[in-house]
């Protein structure tokens, strides 16, 4: 026992025994959406971090094996909400791929601005919650503002603000909305003259960039090695854009550029996001005029059957590289589907990234980290 | 490199693995025992396998299948090794020293499947709580209360 009023002379085991388990979740403001991390502290240090899943796992994997191939893309849209068309996409690319079914051009571009509209749209969100993480509360208005212009695209086009159904094997459900393209110049106007206030309000500021510049780094190789992809893997400097890589749909016919930072910190992070969704405008303008006249779905079967094999598509969602792997026995239903989704991977980086720095960096590394639970669980 | 060229490698370190191309990438079928081989030689050698992208489990009823998708950042080329485990006591070696992302993966085909890696750092459950019984995505799992049959 040491007394009050005795001088503690051996200090160097004090931190052993101030070893502190906090319980951060499943509900926190911080996290969006219900997960769970136990953060081991030494004081203000973070010694480990162990994320707990499944909190809202609905087990779409062992759903998608009773439904039939039309039926298991709409189940994708609640994976990644945020990304909806584009975890659409990829499913209907591989239903496409492994029956040959032939894409009207006219859905291919359409496709293509639907799923650079959802990462804009995405990206505006993180961008507001991120900014809120770290004290700023304005940030998510500014956003916010320009998102709701896309939901009002998409609630036009697809029916739905959110969680949208549109893009389905061979093309697209029905034909965009008359005022589509209109709305979507709007939106470019509108976004261009107001992106540089994200850059005033959030980039330029010196409370921001000190809280975020240098915290939560993340090497190349390790960002390899942990399976990150997306804006994550690319602010530490991969090049890993599956646009770029393995073009589908019309991604070989725009020009666009890659943003890959090389810094690999937090700050990294963000300014990958805010340059990519330059170049998803950039994307949208090349199409948007040039539509083609023509059928926005092929001609299908009513009844899809895939061939006996295995296929596997990637997408790039907001987040990163979107799996989609099927095991078909040549029936109606899939015998085996996994989504290799990529906030599981980027997660399992976080406790790489934030060990050793403080309980205070932990909101920036995990905010842009951007992610999505209803991904990570499935 | 070319699909060839992976072949002759993985010839020279592992002369019974045998092929399949009629996928869209170079299939590789090995023993179970034989997985940590010929991963540290996929790692390590001029194929330089750095990205595993995907890694599941399929139940054949019969027998499990280990499914392992490999990247490089280099080459650009996809692989995929597959490995076939007994049903009843499914069992093979970790990757996780090799590529970190195998640790959640295998975690996740652990409680899923049931398949035990062996010198996996923290083998527990991941997604499913601790009481959990049985393994959700193998063909035989019956749960009446929570499962509606289409």
């Known amino acids: 026992m040491i007394q009050e009023t005795e001088i503690i002379k051996d200090t160097t085991h004090l931190g052993d025994e101030g070893e502190l388990v906090v319980n951060m979740g499943p509900q926190h403001p911080a996290t969006h959406g219900v997960l769970h991390l136990v953060v081991t502290l030494n004081g203000e240090t973070i010694k480990k971090i162990e994320p707990h899943l499944g909190y809202i796992h609905r087990s779409i994997e062992k759903m998608c094996e009773s439904l039939t191939y039309r039926q298991f893309i709409y189940v994708t849209s609640r994976m990644d909400y945020l990304s909806s068309h584009i975890n659409n996409l990829g499913c209907a690319l591989l239903i496409e791929k492994g029956m040959q079914i032939e894409v009207p051009e006219r859905a291919k571009y359409v496709r293509v601005i639907l799923s650079e509209l959802t990462r804009i749209a995405s990206h505006e969100l993180w961008l507001g919650a991120m900014a809120m993480d770290l004290g700023a509360f304005t940030p998510f208005f500014y956003a916010f503002r320009e998102r709701e212009m896309i939901t009002d695209i998409m609630e036009d086009t697809c029916g739905a603000r959110l969680t949208m159904n549109y893009i389905v094997p061979g093309g697209l459900m029905y034909d965009i909305h008359p005022d589509f393209q209109k709305k979507v110049k709007a939106f470019i106007t509108q976004f261009k003259s107001k992106v540089t206030e994200y850059e005033d309000l959030v980039t330029n500021n010196v409370i921001f960039q000190s809280r975020t510049k240098g915290v939560g780094i993340l090497s190349a190789e390790d960002a390899i090695s942990y399976g990150c992809t997306g804006p994550v893997a690319r602010a530490s400097g991969v090049s890993c854009d599956i646009r770029k890589l393995f073009p589908y749909e019309v991604y070989d016919k725009v020009e666009f550029d890659e943003v890959i930072e090389t810094a690999g910190d937090s700050f990294a992070r963000y300014m990958v996001r805010v340059k990519e969704m330059n170049q998803s405008i950039r994307i949208i303008e090349q199409l948007i005029d040039n539509i083609p006249e023509g059928d926005f779905v092929g001609k299908t079967k009513n009844v899809l059957k895939l061939p006996k094999g295995e296929f596997y598509t990637r997408v790039e969602t907001a987040r990163g590289e979107l799996g989609v792997y099927i095991v078909s026995e040549g029936g109606t239903t899939p015998h085996r589907i996994k989504f290799r989704s990529p906030g599981f991977s980027n997660l399992s980086a976080l406790n790489h990234m934030a060990a050793g720095s403080k309980i205070g960096d932990l909101m920036a590394t995990m905010g842009t980290l951007d992610l999505v639970i209803p991904d990570i669980d499935r | ?150």
């Open chain 2, 1 to 150: 490199m070319t699909n060839e060229a992976i072949k002759e490698f993985i010839t020279a370190t592992l002369p019974s693995a045998s092929f399949d191309e009629t996928g869209e990438w170079l299939n590789i079928q090995i023993e179970p025992t034989q997985l940590l081989t010929l991963a540290k030689a996929l790692r390590e050698g001029e194929t330089n396998m750095n990205y595993l992208f995907c890694l599941t489990c399929v139940d054949w009823k019969t027998h499990l299948t280990m499914v392992y998708h490999f990247s490089s950042t280099q080459h650009r080329n996809s692989i995929v090794v597959k490995a076939n485990l007994d049903r009843n006591q499914p069992s093979i070696e970790t990757l996780s020293f090799i590529w970190r992302t195998a640790e959640f993966h295998e975690r996740e085909v652990f409680e899923m499947f049931g398949v035990q890696f062996e010198n996996h750092p923290d083998l527990r459950k991941l997604i499913l709580e601790d009481e959990f019984k049985g393994f959700p995505l193998r063909k035989d799992f019956e749960d009446p209360i929570n499962m509606i049959k289409l």
